[in-house]
């Protein structure tokens, strides 16, 4: 008998949605398993009889070896958001993307409206997961362009640790690049 895997785990492979929103979902109660109400942290198989919004989900993909995942580089440009949708309809980086039929993509990670710049997107949820996740440790360099040169404080405390809204948040390294005026350039790295 093949072992049991999260609710929200299988629906990610499945291509329905990033395991935060298939948890939504779950919480929204629109799962069902085997004719119960699911919660998170459910476990399934093929055996079990899944409904999404009271539609059957083909179980029989589940017991089917995933597919290889799908990886994209994309450059993102200046005026495009890094979400599915605007209800200004402004454009989006997933209207450049190709249109994938039993899949979904999922952005690992996302840069501002006003910032371009380099992009991965995957097919696989649980590649996501780990590529974002601060457990990961994965260092994220970035070319900041500011008003002229910071002063040597500011670098110092940007290095210890800014309290933002979800926790501290430091650079482990800032380098000056140059520049002058309103184009003076910064290299930094996170982990966050």
């Known amino acids: 008998m093949q072992p049991k895997e999260k609710l929200q785990k299988v629906a990610a492979r499945l291509g329905l949605g990033s395991r935060r929103l298939l948890e939504q979902w779950i919480q929204a109660g629109r799962f069902s398993i085997n004719g119960v109400k ?5 476990r399934v198989g ?5 409904l999404l ?10 017991r089917e070896k995933p597919a290889e995942p799908l990886v994209l580089i994309y450059h993102k440009p200046v005026g495009e ?5 605007d209800p200004e309809g402004r454009p989006t980086v997933f209207d450049k993307l190709p249109v994938m039929r039993a899949k979904r993509w999922v952005s690992v990670g996302r840069l501002d409206f006003n ?4 992009l991965l997107f995957t097919t696989d949820g649980d590649l996501a997961n780990r590529l974002m996740h601060p457990s990961s440790n994965i260092e994220r360099e970035y070319a900041v362009r500011i008003m002229g040169p910071c002063s040597t404080r500011t670098l110092e ?3 210890q640790g800014v309290r933002l809204e979800d926790g501290m948040a430091r650079f482990e390294t800032i380098r000056d690049a ?7 350039w910064y290299h930094v790295v996170l982990n966050e």
């Open 115 to 118: 910032t371009s710049g380099l």
């Open 178 to 184: 140059g520049g002058e005026g309103a184009n003076h």
């Open 53 to 62: 919004d009271g539609r059957a989900l083909r179980t029989r993909d589940i």
């Open 38 to 42: 699911a919660t998170i942290g459910d």
């Open 157 to 159: 405390r940007l290095k």
């Open 81 to 85: 958001l890094c979400s599915r949708s």
């Open 46 to 50: 093929p055996q079990d009889h899944i």
